[in-house]
């Protein structure tokens, strides 16, 4: 299945539903191209998958525990840095693009 702007949207909506207001947990990279923010709201926790593989790019909630390498990547640590304990407060989307934008 494509991951196209109508299905970006969809997926946006169940994020928005429920992650917009949490706080950044944790951040892990499991590989080259992927990331889990883990999100902590007041009734739940989540995991946001963002992963930019050139074959597969998708964006989704997972209840994943992939394996992280034993030391994080230089862009996780620069993510920690600026995103632990930030709140997650507007998810957009340009209309008719594959595009999103977390704003923190």
């Not at 080259?32 to 989540?46: A, F, Q, V």
């Not at 998958?49 to 992280?68: D, G, K, M």
């Given at each position: 299945?494509?991951?196209?702007?109508f299905f970006?949207s969809?997926?946006l909506?169940e994020v928005?539903?429920?992650?917009?207001?949490?706080r950044?947990?944790?951040?892990?990279?499991p590989?080259?191209?992927?990331?889990?923010l883990?999100?902590r709201g007041?009734?739940s926790r989540e995991k946001?998958?963002?992963?930019a593989?050139p074959?597969?790019?998708r964006?989704?909630?997972?209840?994943a525990?992939?394996?992280?390498?034993?030391?994080?990547?230089m862009?996780?640590m620069?993510l920690?840095?600026h995103?632990?304990?930030?709140?997650l407060?507007?998810?957009?989307?340009?209309p008719?693009?594959?595009?999103?934008?977390?704003?923190?």
């Amino acid at each position: 299945m494509a991951f196209d702007a109508f299905f970006l949207s969809a997926v946006l909506a169940e994020v928005r539903g429920k992650c917009l207001g949490a706080r950044v947990d944790k951040i892990h990279q499991p590989s080259r191209d992927t990331l889990i923010l883990h999100l902590r709201g007041r009734d739940s926790r989540e995991k946001l998958l963002f992963a930019a593989n050139p074959t597969a790019p998708r964006l989704h909630l997972t209840a994943a525990f992939p394996e992280n390498p034993a030391e994080p990547p230089m862009f996780c640590m620069l993510l920690r840095k600026h995103l632990l304990g930030a709140r997650l407060a507007e998810i957009t989307q340009i209309p008719m693009e594959r595009a999103a934008y977390f704003a923190f």
